[in-house]
């Protein structure tokens, strides 16, 4: 473990990750942490607070700037550990690692950009009746240390300096992270990263710890912790809901930002299957096979129109996924997991396999699977349509548009939906927006939900179950949002104001000045 | 009660209001509703969601200007009652009402100002390798029905037309208020100027109902409607945290926007007292006893060093809240909780007595009180410094700045600190900022906790448990922020696309493109 400047091996046992694509355990032991260790990161991270969420733009941009190149000098090390300890590939770990250090370098020229301060002026009114109106100014500061959960997923960029780190550095919290379990090694090299980016730019050294042991008890202490404001998390709705829980039972609560499931539906329509289905189910099977289905935006549900485009469609995807092959999963727990999922879809009395590349006889591989059942069926049993983390989707035949609306209508909230369009399909969808709008956080037109940008106007998030808080995403720009509080200063002579609220305007940010935007 | 646009008179017995003035009940009788009242309320307010969500910023503005009209036209009919319901003088209705018309008219330039929906676009790369970036819009949309709990201390400005209403209806969301039971006239006046307005407007009629009825039933039923998204509320501890476990409870947890309690401590540094002493405790004894101590903001605790300035302080407020007088409470209730606050410090071991205008035999009277005790008693025994609602405030005596600093570090969350300081004094208090930016939501210079803005710079909440939530404020503009949630259009054609995200920005509002805010 990686607590402020010291590593500690922690006495709770030893754990060692795993190769999910050899079966075998890998090489060091790591020594499992307990509730003091959480303490000792916890109280750290409290005393780095106050000076931490006051280092000028400059000072955090650089740092944030300064992981990121920490990040990519790992360079083999980072790759081959984290592709052993996932059985993802070389190719796909390079680009998540891409993504990792660009998503810090987009925090850091938010931070520097300075519009998350969000300041505002109310200027006094001396001369107001009855009462004169004082002179009110507003910022936003960090909310204190955040607990950030690593998802096994994506090792690099939802973990130990990924998306919530990230943007709680920004905000200007200490970060304890618990590393998930399932990829230790790759955890440490980051961690270490992290770790002397923040001795290099002379910062508290509880700005950053990693702990490292059982979720039950490392991590449900870590959020018990009263110095932990925050919470971010990627991963099982178990999971996420029990941290939500302890948090709630806080005698003082706190927030949680899960990220939990979502089947992201997908949904045909008419003109674009009879002009595109085969290209469309070409599409799509890559999209529920990509990273052997292991994406929170995986496509789960496919809801469709009956007719003969949606046949061609169905031919065509049923074709593609049997022509796939299995491949490693994370690690045995989701790999199980995923057998248990894809069998409960096979015995189910209303569901018709159209494709199953099986595999239930090796190892760690999960096999594409690709199953259909009547929307009326679906009606009777929505727990069909639940996640089944992996590369298995279901297609919903729908005999009417109405149909197709209350299937949408019964699914819980989802990250994302997508619409396969053309021409008069427009008009369709058109009285559909609103329910959509409602049920999920991104609404993607004739592509597919896997691949999610890190940029300004992405929204990784939507209505519970897909997420614990609809009101944020947890990737792009307005992620840091969620580590934030505004706090008022009233008359306040300007040696006791932020340079954020000098009325010289040092920084240089946009501000509000009685209700218009202004930077000057 | 006004469910829509009907009037139904509730059948699980009847209710009347109370003034607390004269000790009589006040005519007519209300009838207190049940569940089936609530779910048909929601299910309106759920019918009426997507409709009200989409109208134009100029219907939604001109909808919140009228009901601003409406109430101004309730005239004397409306400040009679309030004032006959609370004990709370005409004038001091008066000038709530002219807060609760502003506070509307107020959402309704921030609805047409557009800045709300936080329009932000990512440009598309088509070009880019490996993959091309899609085109990205992201707007803000209304999070759904959302159940309001007026408050028995503001009967206008944080009850059914009040701050929590304005913002959430600004935001677009359709809004069912329970009424608190002790100002039922007054709620049904300002409920139908709402009715009305939404009539006049030719909104449907679920954005606005008005419920009534014991809180047990009536309220918890509201909360834990599945068509409820959000709760806002104003009142105790109690009832706050028990609305926060119900929220978190349900099999789909919702936001819970609750203001609850808060001591408000005002600081007195040593120059300020050295030259203000008596100013200083003149005010704040206005302060304390300002609307009998009935506020959000009363300062209930005062730190202080000792010194020849602490001791003029002290004599000259014990003095002026000795020639108080006792003044009627809001309800029976709430003076029975007060008398039991006020005889909790009179009979603790190290509290002294400073003033108190005894009243404990005359109906709803409460008189104004100010104890002391030192700051290592306190510090021993800190629920001495719980909140007693009413005029009533405890002196702090430190004998040291780091005293003090550990009187303040051991406070729960509030709204607001207030510092009296001058000269010198800053410097003291510089090191001391950190610290309270942790602990409120508003400091406050050389100036009295009560008395609230209305604008833009405005925060009124706080950490735990000042309120459930410090990301937000309660009352100002951005308190709409409270009531919506983002969603993103991946490659959206134009006819799918709302008004705020067209090319053309038919709106004319700020946007946000590839980082960098336009008006074009």
């Not at 592709?83 to 680009?95: D, K, M, V, W, Y």
């Not at 507003?138 to 909310?143: D, M, N, S, T, V």
């Amino acid at each position: 473990m990686l607590i402020g400047n010291s590593e500690v091996f922690g006495t709770q046992g030893t754990i060692r990750a795993f190769n999910p694509t050899t079966g075998t355990e890998l090489e060091p032991d790591f020594g499992a942490g307990n509730e003091s260790d959480v303490d000792r990161a916890c109280m750290l991270a409290q005393c780095a607070f106050d000076s931490y969420r006051e280092t000028s733009l400059e000072t955090r941009a650089q740092f944030l700037r300064l992981i990121a190149k920490e990040i990519r000098e790992l360079g083999n090390a980072l790759v081959d550990r984290a592709s052993a300890e996932t059985g993802l590939t070389r190719a796909r770990i390079e680009g998540e690692r891409g993504r990792t250090v660009g998503q810090l370098e987009l925090f850091a020229s938010i931070v520097s950009d300075g519009r998350w301060i969000g300041a505002t002026f109310d200027s006094p009114l001396p001369e107001r009746k009855p009462q004169p109106r004082p002179d009110l100014r507003l910022r936003k500061i960090a909310l204190g240390p955040i607990a950030v959960f690593g998802a096994s997923n994506f090792p690099l960029a939802f973990s130990v300096a990924g998306g919530d780190t990230a943007s709680a550095l920004a905000a200007g919290c200490p970060v304890v992270v618990k590393a998930h379990s399932s990829h230790l090694g790759t955890s440490e090299l980051v961690g270490r990263a992290i770790q002397s980016a923040v001795a290099a730019c002379g910062l508290h050294e509880g700005v950053f710890s990693l702990l490292l042991g059982q979720g039950k008890t490392i991590g449900q202490a870590l959020v018990k912790h009263p110095a932990i404001r925050g919470v971010g998390f990627t991963g099982s709705r178990l999971g996420g809901t029990t941290l939500m829980r302890i948090a709630a039972d806080r005698s003082e609560p706190i927030p949680v930002y899960a990220e939990m499931s979502s089947v992201n539906p997908i949904l045909l329509f008419p003109r674009a299957l009879q002009t595109n289905a085969e290209r469309i189910a070409k599409g799509f099977v890559d999209s529920v096979t990509l990273g052997v289905g292991q994406f929170c935006t995986n496509p789960g549900v496919v809801l469709g129109m009956l007719g003969e485009g949606l046949e061609r469609f169905k031919r065509a995807a049923a074709e593609e996924i049997s022509s796939g092959h299995a491949a490693a999963m994370l690690s045995p727990t989701i790999h199980s997991a995923y057998q248990r999922g894809v069998e409960r879809l096979k015995s189910a009395k209303d569901v018709i396999e159209l494709a199953h590349v099986d595999s239930s006889e090796c190892g760690c591989l999960g096999g594409p699977a690709l199953f259909a059942v009547g929307a009326r069926q679906l009606l009777a049993d929505p727990d069909l349509a639940e996640e089944v983390f992996g590369p298995s989707s279901i297609l919903v035949e729908c005999e009417t548009l109405r149909e197709m609306r209350s299937v949408a209508e019964c699914l819980p909230g989802q990250l994302t939906a997508s619409l396969f369009i053309d021409g008069a399909d427009v008009e369709m969808v058109r009285t559909m927006m609103p329910l959509l709008e409602r049920k999920v956080g991104r609404i993607i037109c004739n592509g597919y939900p896997t691949g999610v940008e890190v940029s300004f106007a992405m929204v990784h998030g939507g209505p519970f179950p897909a997420t614990s808080d609809s009101r944020v995403t947890s990737v792009g720009a307005t992620a840091i949002e969620r580590f934030l509080r505004p706090v008022c200063y009233q008359n306040a002579p300007a040696a006791l104001l932020p340079d954020s609220l000098q009325d010289a305007n040092p920084l240089n940010i946009w501000r509000l000045r009685d209700g218009k935007l202004t930077q000057s």
